[in-house]
């Protein structure tokens, strides 16, 4: 499974931005994105189950961030909204092909990983 991560870039407090990952090489059972500050650890921010949709998120993005995947397009999306500077780090996107629930916010349940695009919030 190969995962390329894209739309990172520099945005305003309160502004907007939309986050791509291309899936390919076969079909995966969960999306998740997780990000990564200076210094700090990478930190799960949200999941989908490829199949049916059902959605996981951390408690610093619920309300302001929505994940969801096109299956014809074999790619998933983070639309970022309400975006504040401590949401500034570095995103990636990672899958798995089976996973338990318990480990759906933890980045070791994650088998492949994309190469990570970085979102600036600043003004």
């Known amino acids: 499974v190969q995962l390329q991560a894209s739309g990172g870039g520099l945005v305003q407090p309160g502004g907007s931005l939309r986050l791509s990952c291309a899936v390919s090489?076969?079909?995966?059972?969960?999306l998740g994105w997780f990000r990564q500050a200076p210094g700090k650890e990478r930190e799960f921010v949200t999941a989908?189950?490829?199949?049916?949709?059902?959605?996981y998120y951390a408690d610093s993005v619920k309300g302001r961030f929505t994940i969801s995947r096109d299956n014809a397009k074999n790619t998933g999306y983070l639309q970022m909204n309400a975006v504040k500077p401590d949401d500034t780090a570095v995103y990636y996107c990672?899958?798995?092909?089976?996973?338990?629930?318990?480990?759906?916010?933890?980045?070791?349940?994650?088998?492949?990983w994309g190469q990570g695009t970085l979102v600036t919030v600043s003004s």
């Open positions: 990672a899958a798995s092909g089976t996973i338990i629930l318990s480990m759906i916010r933890d980045k070791d349940g994650y088998s492949y």
């Open positions: 090489g076969r079909t995966v059972r969960y």
């Open positions: 989908i189950k490829w199949s049916g949709g059902t959605t």
